[in-house]
């Protein structure tokens, strides 16, 4: 996405076909940080990966969100 105006375009679009369906548009496999404002830019609404949070087992999960 940083570097591609051709995959730019492409999630732009996605998103535009997205929200005019009424959808929420979610980015998954985001592996960078540098990638978020642009996403959110295309028009991007969620996203899940790497660079928001690794993978962890559901208990290490759950401990980290209940509260205390």
């Known amino acids: 996405i ?3 105006p ?3 375009e492409v999630v732009r679009s996605m998103c535009g076909i997205g929200k005019s369906l ?3 548009v ?3 496999r ?3 940080l540098e990638t978020l404002p642009i996403l959110t830019g295309l ?4 996203g899940q ?3 928001l949070h690794r993978p962890e087992p559901l208990d290490q999960l759950l401990d980290r969100i209940s509260p205390c």
């Open 2 to 4: 940083a570097t591609s």
């Open 26 to 28: 979610v980015a998954e």
């Open 6 to 8: 051709f995959d730019r």
């Open 43 to 46: 028009g991007v609404s969620l």
């Open 22 to 24: 009424g959808l929420v």
């Open 49 to 51: 990966g790497f660079a």
């Open 30 to 32: 985001i592996e960078y």
